[in-house]
Antibody
Framework: QVQLVQSGAELKKPGASVKVSCKASGYTFTSYVISWVRQAPGQGLEWMGWISPYNGNTNYTQKLQGRVTMTTDTSTSTAYMELRSLTSDDTAVYYC??????????WGQGTLVTVSS | DIQMTQSPSSVSASVGDRVTITCRASQGISSWLAWYQQKPGKAPKLLIYAASSLQSGVPSRFSGSGSGTDFTLTISSLQPEDFATYYCQQANSFPHTFGQGTKLEIK
C-alpha cells in the first residue's frame, strides 16, 4: 500500500537547523510531487511548499523563502525538508504528503519539531 | 495569496444531523478545492478533491459542491466518527492555502 514514513521528533535550539525525512513506498516515487505542511500547536494547517522528485522543481511559500530547502533522493524514494534559523514560531508538527493535481493523499504520520533553549 | 475563509469556525451537532460547512476563496479557483478531515493527534485525511469528487474509501454521506469562489462540504447524516476538524485547501495557485478549519463537536 502507498505509505509515507517520516523521521522522528526533533528538539532544536533557536538558530539551529532541522532536516525532516519522508520515505515513500508503494508507488512510483517520481510520478507524484511531495508537499510539506506544518501545524503549530493548537493551530491550523500551513502549506510550506512542494517538490517534484521527477525534475527537482520546487515551489516554496514566500513566508519561508530563504530558510527552507526541499530535496529528494530518488534512489531511496525519500524526500527531505530542511528549515534553517529556527525560532520558537517554527515549533510545529511537520507533515509530508503525496500530491497530484490538487489532492494530497496519503500523508505521513507527522514529525514534531520543538524549538526551545 | 488566495485567502480561504471557512464558516462556521465551530459547530455543535448530534448523531444523525445534516451538517454543511462552507469555504469561500478570495478569488476564483475554478474547482481546485479539496476537503480534509483531521482528528486529534492524527494526520489529515483527504475526503473530497476537485470540489466534488469523493476520494476512494470515503463514505458516501460526505459530499462537496461549488466552483469559483464558494464551496460547501456536506455530511448527510453525522456518525460518531465524523466529529473532527475539517479544512478546505485551494490548489489553483501557489501557495496552496488552507482555510482556518471548522471544528465539528458533539452536541
Amino acid at each position: 500500500q502507498v505509505q509515507l514514513v517520516q523521521s522522528g521528533a526533533e528538539l532544536k535550539k533557536p538558530g539551529a537547523s532541522v532536516k525532516v525525512s519522508c520515505k515513500a513506498s508503494g508507488y512510483t516515487f517520481t510520478s507524484y510531487v511531495i508537499s510539506w505542511v506544518r501545524q503549530a500547536p493548537g493551530q491550523g494547517l500551513e502549506w510550506m511548499g512542494w517538490i517534484s522528485p521527477y525534475n527537482g522543481n520546487t515551489n516554496y511559500t514566500q513566508k519561508l523563502q530563504g530558510r527552507v530547502t526541499m530535496t529528494t533522493d530518488t534512489s531511496t524514494s525519500t524526500a527531505y525538508m530542511e528549515l534553517r534559523s529556527l525560532t520558537s514560531d517554527d515549533t510545529a508538527v511537520y507533515y509530508c504528503a503525496r500530491d497530484r493535481a490538487g489532492l494530497s493523499d496519503p500523508w505521513g504520520q507527522g514529525t514534531l519539531v520543538t524549538v526551545s533553549s | 495569496d488566495i485567502q480561504m475563509t471557512q464558516s462556521p469556525s465551530s459547530v455543535s451537532a448530534s448523531v444523525g444531523d445534516r451538517v454543511t460547512i462552507t469555504c469561500r476563496a478570495s478569488q476564483g479557483i475554478s474547482s481546485w478545492l479539496a476537503w480534509y478531515q483531521q482528528k486529534p493527534g492524527k494526520a489529515p485525511k483527504l475526503l473530497i478533491y476537485a470540489a466534488s469528487s469523493l476520494q476512494s474509501g470515503v463514505p458516501s454521506r460526505f459530499s462537496g459542491s461549488g466552483s469559483g469562489t464558494d464551496f460547501t462540504l456536506t455530511i448527510s447524516s453525522l456518525q460518531p466518527e465524523d466529529f473532527a476538524t475539517y479544512y478546505c485547501q485551494q490548489a489553483n495557485s501557489f501557495p496552496h492555502t488552507f482555510g482556518q478549519g471548522t471544528k465539528l463537536e458533539i452536541k
